[in-house]
């Protein structure tokens, strides 16, 4: 009978069980770290040590933050996923029994944005009214959840009783929401329900909101005057469940503005790279013998006439692969493979 080895097989076991165990991932957090690089050196005179000068005055910088008005209000979609998924390839040993499958939850919810007050340092109070919800959880394959508000439904579901309510976050010039202010009656609505509001109390948690509302990082003020070519950053950090978490510096380039409508847009192409080792965390270090690689693609549209985002969205997909040597391996057989994936996508698109 062939058979994995031992050690191995239960290290993998451990792992597929934490990995397709694990429920919706908690939100990641991110931290801006700006670094934008808005001068460059020329050839120093003779005897003269190294220059630094600002750019050509010909081209003029350009200010890359949101805007804000009173009253001002603006319609956005966004949309959610979290996926992690497992796969193995090869001879199965009679025991332990082995089953692969998926976990995703999807989640899309279309609001409404309207600037309430705006402080001296441009930060704003934004009350969010939710227009239209979408969410959906699968768990090993098998649809558990699902609610769609365009569709004829419970209107006493939980998530039914949000379509209509508001909270407030207070978001800065940056993007980032610096504290969500008041839930309590969208959290209210939500406990009118006829079934227990788990999935709706989530979609209102702090963390939550903060994801779903402050992912972007654009530059602090003091450095939010930009040229073609220069670039700013932040750090964020993706949690994969019991698998542990990374971080990654997510890099922003200015690479264009198109004129559009009679307003400027700022094309700005984005880029991850692992951050430093100190920044990683691996659950009891299970992941050691796996191979790792990672795919991160990201996009930004930036409305400078308007300081608003018409488009944004990033996934990222990292896969985790190991061999499981048999016992009794016979000539020029190939081990089995144990495949784990994840995903982590973000969309947010200005529909108005």
């Known amino acids: 009978m062939r058979q994995v080895k031992i050690s191995r097989w239960l290290a993998g076991a451990v792992v597929c069980s934490l990995f397709l165990a694990a429920g919706c991932a908690p939100p990641a957090k991110e931290v801006a770290k700006p670094q934008v690089e808005l001068e460059k050196q020329i050839p120093a005179r003779q005897g003269e040590g190294p220059a630094v000068v600002p750019k050509a005055a010909a081209e003029k910088a350009t200010t890359v933050a949101l805007k804000f008005s009173p009253g001002d209000s603006t319609t956005y979609r966004v949309i959610t996923e ?16 082995f089953k692969g499958g998926s976990n995703n939850d999807r989640f899309e919810m279309t609001f409404a944005q309207e600037i309430q007050s705006v402080d001296a340092n441009g930060n704003a109070v934004a009350k969010i009214t939710i227009k239209e919800l979408k969410y959906s959880s ?25 379509i209509g309510q508001s909270y407030t976050i207070k978001i800065a010039p940056t993007g980032e929401v610096i504290e969500v202010v008041d839930t309590k009656e969208a959290e209210m609505a939500a406990r009118r329900g006829s079934v227990p509001p788990v999935a709706a109390l989530r979609l209102l948690n702090s963390e939550a909101i903060k994801e779903r509302h402050g992912t972007l990082v654009l530059p602090d003020a003091n450095k939010n005057q930009l040229h073609i070519g220069d670039n700013w950053s932040g750090t964020k950090t993706f949690s994969f469940g019991m698998m542990g978490s990374e971080s990654y510096e997510k890099i922003y380039t200015l690479n264009k503005i198109k004129d559009q409508n009679n307003r400027q847009v700022a094309v700005i192409e984005m880029n ?5 080792e100190t920044a990683k965390e691996q659950a009891a270090g299970l992941l050691k013998s796996f191979d790792n690689t990672k795919a991160y693609t990201g996009e930004l549209e930036l409305d400078l006439t308007a300081g608003k985002v018409k488009k ?6 990292p896969v985790w692969i190991t061999a ?3 016992a009794k391996q016979e000539p020029n057989q190939e081990p089995a493979v144990l495949t784990m994936s994840a995903t982590r996508f973000y969309s947010l698109e200005k529909i108005d």
């Open 82 to 97: 979290s996926g992690r998924r497992i796969k193995w390839e090869g001879p199965l040993p009679e025991e332990p029994t």
């Open 324 to 326: 499981f040597p048999l």
């Open 312 to 317: 944004y969205l990033e996934k990222l997909q």
């Open 272 to 276: 991850a790279i692992p951050a430093s």
């Open 138 to 162: 699968i768990v090993k394959d098998n649809p558990v959840f699902e609610f769609d508000s365009s569709k004829p439904k419970d209107p006493n579901h939980p998530l039914a009783k949000l």
